[in-house]
């Protein structure tokens, strides 16, 4: 969608649509003349109760030339003292859905206008760029009945500050094309995404930003003594590969942070083998690593001024002769050994050997994305990912982060006796314990491999892919991770 911005009195100006953001308890003056034009028909809308301007409320009526705009789309706020960014963001999502469902391509909006002007600008960007998305790629048949978005006016009143506007507005464009790519590639069946699909997302990504990438290959990644990742891709005719991308901002002083997202492109369980329903569903598996690729391109993007470097251990874990299975024990690179009790714990395998790699940048903090564990949804549900790591500031900072752009974190404990679990009869570890506490047994599992490194691992096991449409996250694929990061990033 391409994004323009005019300075228009809202009531003069001609659009398919115009997008009118109404609180449930003020005026505002562009409301009244929209009002006057109509005969007062938002008055009626409101003492009949069809539209009162709570939040997730919508409401498009037809002008019938009596504005310049076609249709006005009415789009609830709630109440004035209560705005957030997170409603402005939601009802800008709403309203591209609703404009979708009408197949209305072009229109202009006014949300911005009832926030505080920038914040505001680049959250209703976000919406309407979050809310617009679609994967289709798959679809062949009724082509000419496809609807995609043409362009969003932005309008602002006359003498408005336009240089800072466009510069928000390409900043906001830039953070949502990270989302994206991260939604594309986990929408993307795993046939497609393979690890050398991956590897190949981040060599293009490398060059267009002019960023460095390293994709070691199985071989390198044996002679590194990276069994585990290596050994949780033995069942799979696609190998495992760890990709390694380092972005060093103009300026940037310090140590790196470093990113590492888990791309297990496909996920059967392996030998220990997960039921069949719903088994499709771990194509997913690898969220963790298009957030990590989405993040890095919206860092490059911005210029943001860090060192920042993005490692995706990237396998497939099938069942195969070859496979690794229970009861094997594999030596990390670390020098841990690790009983196999269960294959389909392969998350952690993958990223104990990511995470110790990543040890030798000395990174200023560590921060670890992934699909990891079933139990942390049946724990947070699709609301928040779960949080974990071993330094309180820098899990308040990512929370923070989390709440100012809408994708919250919740954090759960890491306590030492939880490690009881993990514990095994003839090696120093076991990779699955009971079901008990499933998430916390992961992310205590990890942290045996982080050292001193200020680390925090999120969850995203129930927020990388909604099972219901959201006012900004349309059904499948959130591209959870990409704003999270960018905002923590920008906030140190
Ligand atoms: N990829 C799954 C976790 C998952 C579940 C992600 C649901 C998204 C939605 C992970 O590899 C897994 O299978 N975890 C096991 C761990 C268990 C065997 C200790 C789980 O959660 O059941
Ligand atoms: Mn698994
Ligand atoms: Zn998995």
Not at 197 to 224: P, S, T
Not at 386 to 398: E, I, K, P, S, V
Not at 427 to 443: E, V
């Amino acid at each position: 969608m391409n994004i323009n911005i005019q300075t228009v009195n809202p009531c003069k100006h001609a659009s398919p649509a115009l997008v009118i953001g109404c609180f449930e308890d003020a005026h505002n003056e562009l409301i009244d003349a929209c009002d006057a034009a109509l005969d007062g028909c938002m008055g009626r809308l409101k003492s009949t109760k069809e539209f009162n301007g709570k939040a997730n409320s919508t409401y498009l009526i037809h002008t019938l030339g009596r504005l310049p705009s076609e249709r006005l789309l009415l789009v609830g706020l709630g109440k004035k003292s209560e705005l957030t960014v997170e409603i402005l963001r939601q009802a800008a999502g709403n309203a591209v859905q609703v404009l979708r469902k009408a197949r209305v391509a072009t229109f202009a909006t006014t949300l911005h206008l009832t926030g505080d002007s920038n914040a505001a600008l680049e959250a209703v960007v976000v919406g309407t760029v979050l809310g617009s998305y679609s994967f289709e790629l798959y679809k062949t048949k009724d082509k000419s009945e496809r609807f995609s978005f043409e362009s969003m006016t932005v309008l602002l009143p006359k003498g408005a500050d336009m240089k800072s506007a466009h510069t928000r507005i390409s900043r906001a464009e830039i953070i949502c094309q990270g989302s994206t790519l991260a939604r594309d590639l986990v929408s993307q069946p795993g046939n497609v995404v393979t690890t050398g699909y991956l590897a190949n997302v981040a060599k293009d990504l490398a060059e267009h930003h002019g960023i460095e990438c390293r994709v070691y290959e199985q071989a390198e990644m044996e002679n590194l003594g990276m069994n585990a990742l290596v050994g949780v891709g033995k069942g799979s005719a696609e190998p495992p590969r760890l990709i390694v991308l380092e972005y060093h901002g103009v300026n940037a002083k310090g140590r790196p942070v470093v990113i590492v997202g888990k791309g297990i492109t496909f996920d059967s369980g392996g030998i220990s083998i997960k039921p069949g329903a719903g088994m499709e569903e771990m194509k997913t598996d690898m969220a963790g690593g298009a957030a990590v690729l989405g993040t890095m391109a919206a860092a490059a993007g911005l210029k943001l001024p860090v060192n920042l470097i993005g490692i995706i251990p990237t396998a497939e874990n099938m069942p195969d002769g070859k496979s690794f299975k229970p009861g094997d024990v594999l030596t990390s690179m670390s020098g841990s050994t690790i009983e196999i009790t269960n294959t389909d714990a392969e998350g952690r395998l993958i990223l104990c050997d990511a995470l110790h790699f990543a040890t030798q940048y000395k990174p200023a903090v560590m921060v670890d994305l992934a699909t990891l564990t079933g139990a942390c949804v049946v724990a947070l549900g699709h609301e928040a990912s779960g949080l974990m790591g071993n330094n309180q500031r820098l899990m308040d900072a990512l929370k923070g982060a989390g709440e100012r752009c809408g994708e919250r974190l919740w954090q759960l404990p890491l306590w030492d006796e939880y490690g009881e679990a993990m514990k095994s009869d003839i090696a120093d570890l076991k990779n699955a314990g009971s079901r008990d506490g499933g998430s916390i047994t992961a992310g205590w599992f990890l942290k045996q491999f982080v050292g001193t490194i200020p680390w925090a691992h999120l969850d995203i096991a129930g927020t990388a892919w909604g099972d219901k449409s959201r006012p900004y996250s349309p059904k499948g694929a959130t591209g959870i991770g990409v704003r999270l990061l960018i905002e923590y990033l920008e906030s140190r």
